[in-house]
């Protein structure tokens, strides 16, 4: 079992400061991300109850000013509902009525991220909104949306402050809101994945001022717990960064303590630069939140080569286990999620692990150079909630699959062991690279300790490649040089993308788009493609005239001076595992919903979650479908959910996993619901901006009340 480091001093020392607890605790409010500090999208609101839930109906819409993707968990504070639309401008509704009531951002100017939401601050007459956008975190006041001048540089703070001046310019955006904690809050930070990648310390600001309050090197300095299980100049970031907090963290007040969980160090799938386990990429870290000082820490991925960041908040839950004497005892328990499907639980102060963690054998064989670490920790409960993909067999290509005998062919090829590395001949990955739980995260009755959390069955293959040498790129054009060196993984040699896999063709973009547009794209990203920052004006010049297939070759210098680190492998893109008809080639079920008791490990219940409308219409039982978005419980005895590809919202019976309600939304909502009362009348509202999983394009927020 591999135990996490505990600093006991710093543990006690928390449990005797008193930490004043500044959420509001209204039930009749949704006041912070994900519900609450304890991230467990609960609510104590009963009017909607199993009963007469299927007598809901829609109370109001807002349209939001753009269209598009949008995964908000919009937050409701004194009968306002705060949110952001698709081009990440923040907006203030009356909560009764879906009126708005300000509007705050240049939706030309602000769409480099796909945001989840806001947070909220007050201090008597004081009352803040939080709001990121792109690198830049600003501060409005919540009643007018104008920005409050005397916060850091006129309203804004740029979130590359007090990191070391080589990632000053580096791709940066923050989509997750932030965590409040007295007068601090803590952001996340979404970074390059790649070996470019900024460092992804931990940073708290000051709510009042922005100033910068406390820093916690994810990837150790010298003399710091950690640093030799990176190389030694590992912190300088020349050749690796990220190891960040992207999803948010949950955080008990009480206490003090601030739960984050980080992702992967870059570049992600070859690791050769950076031998070690990599402390504190993929961790669960507990740390003092007034300090940034660690308390205690679990790694639950050593020297990650297939992207698995932890990819949600944890849940702060209460759980029922007999002690040393026998008798049942209440612990005050961490619960993290993961992609690979697995549920690591902890004591919230020790970090014991609630269930043994067996430390696995994992091989060894790899690309030249790579050096796997020997072993990785996996839970003994629960069990995993999605498939792994060292159980499938030639039984589990999909019965559907009108290319079957093909897909046996590729599948045969593939390595699929347990832990198996990244390869050139394809690596299945399953859970995907989105996971398993997703950054929707898991819902959870917190003094039950019951977690309910929706999964993805999607299996994607991940192949290496050798990168281009230097001499091999001398005889292309400048612009096609920059197109090979950072965007052919995703988007192909031919430019064709893989729209089935998410990424869309870049052929004759310069009948789509105009040249200012894409040259901003390149510079900013937009949802989950990141910004390049790190091209010259130059390079963006010719890799903009290459797409627009007028490159004149003596534009610019045939040498990149961005000076990517050369790695000898890459990967050839993100690619799902897929039949002909674009369907999951693995057989059913795609997506699932479950119930688990942590106080026993055991499970309640599990169903497939979502349909496919071609499939059903021929009668095939329901097979879920690929999700994106957490659920709500409710203390009435209620599971409400959309997320599904097919675009319905639907509720459950929280304790058997009945549907009991469902209506299919005017575009797919890929977003967590919120639920709120106002004049006595309970609400349940979803973001519905469909767009990913190639469903169509929306803008609407839909509130739904008892008739």
Known sequence: MFKPIICCIAASALLLSGARNVSDDKKDE????????????????????????????????????????????????DGVLYGVTAAVQAFALDAATGKQIWLF????????????????????NDKRILHAMGAYLYALDARTGKVIDSFGDHGKIDLHTGLPEIAKTKYMVSNTPGTIFEDLIIMPLRLSEDSDAA???????????????????????????????????AYKNTFTGAANNWAGTAIDRKRGILYVPTGSAGYDFYGAKRKGTNLFANSLLALDARTGKRIW???????????????????????????????????????????????FVFDRVTGKPLFPIKEVTAPKTALPGEFPWPSQPIPSKPAPY????????????????????????KFKGYKKELFAAPSKEGTVILPGFDGGAEWGGAAADPDEGILYVNSNEMAWILTMKDTPKESELSNLSPGEKVYTTYCVTCHGPQRRGNAKSGYP???????????????????????????????TSDEKQALVSFLFGDEKVEAVSATPASKKVYLPYQSTGYNKFLDANGLPAISPPWGTLNAINLNTGEYLWKIPFGEVESLKSKGVPTTGTENYGGPVVTASGLLFIAATKDGKFRAFDKKTGKLLWET???????????????????????????TKLGTKKGNKYVAFALE
Request: glycine share 10%; aromatic share 10%.
């Open 664 to 690: 299919t939304l005017p575009a797919a909502g890929f977003a967590t619901p919120s639920t709120y009362q106002v004049n006595g009348k309970q609400y349940v509202v979803i973001a519905c901006g469909g």
């Open 386 to 409: 999605a498939r792994q993909a060292y159980t499938l067999t030639e039984k589990d290509i999909s019965p559907y699959a009108p290319d079957k005998d093909s897909l046996m062919i």
């Open 199 to 233: 460092p992804g310390d931990l940073r708290a600001f000051n709510v009042k001022t922005g100033k910068l309050e406390w820093t916690f090197h994810t990837i150790p300095y010298p003399g710091e717990f950690g640093y030799e299980t990176f190389p030694p100049d």
């Open 297 to 343: 820490h679990f790694q639950t991925m050593h020297h990650d080569i297939w992207d698995r960041d932890l990819p949600a908040p944890p849940n702060l839950i209460t759980v029922t286990q007999k002690g040393p004497d026998g008798r049942p005892r209440k612990i005050d328990a961490v619960a993290q999620v993961s992609k690979q499907g697995y549920v």
């Open 30 to 77: 949704w006041t912070e991300y994900l519900g609450g500090p304890d991230r467990n999208h609960y609510s104590s609101l009963t009017q909607i109850n199993p009963e007469n839930v299927k007598t809901l109906k829609v109370a109001w819409t807002y349209a939001m000013p753009d269209s598009g993707q949008t995964q908000v968990n919009p937050i409701i504070v």
């Open 105 to 124: 951002g240049d939706k030309s100017k602000n769409g480099s991220n796909t945001s989840r939401g806001l947070t909220y601050w007050s201090e008597g």
């Open 505 to 535: 063709s870049l052929v004759d973009i310069g009948t789509r788009r105009d040249r200012p547009f894409v040259r901003q794209l390149i510079t900013s990203g937009k949802g989950m493609m990141p910004g390049f920052t790190m091209l």
